[in-house]
């Protein structure tokens, strides 16, 4: 599949490896350059130096055939704008954005992104290992 | 009326004096702790601290109740997101958000918002004003339905003269509804009228034909 990724962070680096070396064909968007290092010199994919909620830079990251698109920089309102814009103007199938602050997440769920909320999943799963460690230890 | 303004930049705190000068009750948000103080002395008991953006911020702002927001940072995505939660999650009946590039103005209509402002075009406008002769100058745009009054002066190249108006290819979404030939009565246009150098033309075009119609009537 074509998937784009807006923000090539940790998350972003990490997820465009793993699909790129399955023989996906991945597109990686940051505004740094010096983002890309993250990818390794093997990274088989494209990289496109630029901000995604610029339609042009979408295009050429090839939006228009995208599959997927992933927005997971570090701001929220950037991802949560770049994935209306992948999903209402270009009607990619698939999007999925990623949300650190957990009413903004459940704001946008409701109203139909595909949303991921990091903050929320790590304290629920930390919570979880404490019960865990509370039962096993007491 | 109760406006909530989203960022306590220039423009935020310029509106909000206007505003409050005009009797409405205002409220500025702004995160910047030291934009805060400044505007806390001028702006008494009318400004509160924090990101706008968070849905703590705005229910804390009593978002609930504001009639209109204006969100009016620097940052187009965060306006974006001021506008949508304002609008989905406290219903509030009227947003305006600022747009600060305005390739993002066709966006935000389509992602929902009321109404777009965009400061860079409006000083396009009024430069385009005053060289009318470069592009078609817009007299007044109907957002909602996609159509403006475009104002053009017919120049000595231009591909149109000489031809009757029905012969010039215009698309069907355009209509010449006034031709002002100096020193001449105005004209009601139709298809025979054949345009000359210098003539004003008034025409009511879809924001997809503009490109056409220029061509046709600038080259």
């Known amino acids: ?138 | 009326m109760y406006i909530v303004v989203v960022g306590g930049g220039k423009v935020g705190y310029y509106l909000a004096k206007s505003l409050l000068a005009e009797g409405h009750e205002v409220l500025v948000v702004e995160k910047d702790p030291q934009k805060c103080a400044t505007l806390a002395d001028e702006l008494v008991g009318g400004v509160l601290e924090g990101d706008g953006c968070e849905a703590a911020t705005m229910a804390e702002a009593g978002m609930g109740r504001a009639q209109v927001v204006v969100a009016v940072t620097g940052d187009d995505e965060d306006n974006l997101v001021v506008c949508q939660v304002a609008k989905r999650k406290f219903n509030v009946p009227r947003t305006i958000a600022r747009i600060n590039n305005p390739r993002n103005q066709r966006i935000f209509r389509q992602l929902g918002i009321d109404v777009t402002i965009s400061s860079t075009e409006l000083i396009i406008s009024q430069i385009e004003q005053v060289i009318p002769a470069e592009s078609l100058l817009h007299l007044l745009t109907l957002r909602g339905a996609g159509v403006s009054f475009v104002e053009l002066e017919i120049a000595p190249d231009s591909p149109a003269l000489g031809r009757p108006l029905r012969e010039l290819g215009i698309p069907d979404d355009c209509i010449l509804s006034l031709v002002i030939r100096p020193g001449q009565k105005a004209i009601i246009p139709y298809g025979d009228t054949v345009l000359q150098v210098g003539d004003q033309v008034i025409a009511v075009s879809s924001e997809a034909s503009e490109a056409t119609l220029r061509r046709i009537l600038r080259g």
């Open chain 1, 1 to 138: 599949m074509r998937v784009v990724i807006l923000g090539c962070g940790r998350t972003g680096a990490q997820l465009a490896k793993a699909l790129a070396g399955e023989g996906h064909q991945v597109a990686v968007i940051d505004r740094r350059s010096a983002a890309f290092k993250r990818l390794g010199p093997d990274f088989a994919g494209q990289m496109v130096l630029g901000t995604g909620i610029d339609e042009d830079i979408l295009r050429r990251a090839g939006i228009e055939q995208a599959d997927a698109f992933v927005a997971v920089t570090n701001g929220d309102n950037t991802n949560v704008m770049a994935a209306q814009v992948a999903k209402e103007i270009f009607g990619v199938r698939r999007v999925i954005c990623r949300i650190y602050d957990p009413l903004r997440e459940e704001i946008y769920r409701t109203l139909g992104l595909d949303t991921i909320c990091p903050t929320l999943w790590g304290a629920t799963r930390i919570r979880e290992m404490l019960d865990r460690g509370c039962e096993g230890g007491a």
